[in-house]
């Protein structure tokens, strides 16, 4: 069965300074796709950024990017010049590769202080 | 585009009362997922649509629990004779096939209040 463990219910940064929220995961398969997701107040889960396992360079999308160790299986998110806007709940996601459904993490809440 | 949708946003019902939520997924989106998302706590996943295949309903917590997809589109949750435990949000996410790295699309989920 495959795991995701975010191992930090909650995390604070200052605004403008870095934060890098923790993810490991657990399977045996070579083959997959890891996501993190972020929840607003609002409900609406984002899609902030994806890895494909196959891939060794690391995934990034502006101010957020991700460390993938995959002998390790960790895949942590850094999101650089924090901003307000970035307060939310975030969640690692697995998925297998054709599997039907994403395994998500408990989550971490990230709080940005001005 | 449209996004997914869900309706209602809000449902307050009494305990032993059914209950329908209902998704509606993004156009051209075969693969259709429930999850459902106790306070403070990550998702769970309930069950997944894919095109016409039989549905994957692994993750249905009992079988008061059910859901249907008409015409590869539009989804229906249902809820019988609710109990408090059902509390929650309900979060439905639509996308094309699972076999690329393609996300799931969430839609803004319908907090289940069971009184």
């Known amino acids: 069965a495959q795991t995701v463990t975010q191992s930090q219910p909650e995390m604070s940064v200052q605004e403008a300074e870095t934060v890098t929220l923790s993810c490991t995961y657990d399977?045996?398969?070579?083959?997959?796709?890891l996501f993190w997701y972020k929840q607003p107040p609002s409900r609406q889960m984002i899609l902030v950024i994806r890895q494909e396992a196959y891939k060794q360079q690391n995934a990034t999308e502006n101010r957020f990017s991700v460390n993938f160790q995959k002998a390790a299986k960790s895949f942590s998110l850094k999101i650089s010049d924090s901003q307000l806007g970035d307060a939310a709940m975030y969640f690692c996601?697995?998925?297998?590769?054709?599997?039907?459904?994403?395994?998500f993490g408990a989550g971490t809440r990230l709080t940005v202080k001005p | 585009g449209a996004g997914v949708s869900q309706s209602p946003s809000n449902k307050v019902t009494e305990k032993g009362k059914d209950v329908e939520l209902r998704c509606d997924p993004i156009s051209g989106h075969t693969a259709l997922y429930w999850y459902r998302q106790s306070l403070g706590q990550g998702l769970e996943f309930l069950i997944y649509?894919?095109?016409?295949?039989?549905?994957?309903k692994s993750g249905l917590p009992s079988d008061r629990f059910s859901a249907e997809r008409t015409g590869g589109s539009v989804s229906t949750l249902t809820i019988q004779r609710t109990q408090q435990e059902d509390s929650a949000v309900y979060l439905c996410a639509s996308s094309f096939w699972t076999g690329g790295p393609y996300e799931q699309y969430f839609g803004p989920g319908t907090r289940l209040t069971v009184t």
């Open positions: 649509f894919q095109g016409n295949s039989a549905p994957d």
């Open positions: 399977t045996s398969e070579s083959d997959y796709y």
């Open positions: 996601a697995y998925r297998r590769w054709g599997n039907n459904d994403m395994r």
